[in-house]
Nanobody, 121 residues
């Protein structure tokens, strides 16, 4: 059974920084794409950033230049460094990963439980 556990959320003032971490554990052969989605109250869940196994990254326009995503394959962990935070970044952030359990298995999508990020003005 695969689990994703996020950490690093909290309360910060506008202009501050947070670093989110997400570690995958369980029966894991390989991880393809890992990323972060976020959902503010009353709004649709949206993709904030992702990183592929090969290290290609993409960001939502709203976070470009402020967020950085990285991963440590040896630890099955993805990070989201969030700088120059704005009140509009307030949301629950969910870790996402495409994971296979052995060499023959296809990738399946897994989600973390979410971590709250609140940015005050």
């Amino acid at each position: 059974q695969v689990q994703l556990v996020e950490s690093g959320g909290g309360l910060v003032q506008a202009g501050g920084s947070l670093r989110l971490s997400c570690a995958a554990s369980g029966t894991i052969f390989g991880i393809n794409t890992m990323g972060w989605y976020r959902q503010a109250p009353g709004k649709e869940r949206e993709l904030a950033a992702y990183i592929t196994r090969g290290g290609n990254t993409a960001f939502a326009d709203s976070v470009k230049g402020r967020f950085t995503i990285s991963r440590d394959s040896a630890k099955n962990t993805v990070y989201l460094q969030m700088n120059s935070l704005e009140p509009e970044d307030t949301a629950v952030y969910y870790c996402y990963a495409e994971i296979s359990y052995d060499i023959t298995a296809r990738y399946l999508d897994y989600w973390g439980q979410g971590t709250q990020v609140t940015v005050s003005s």
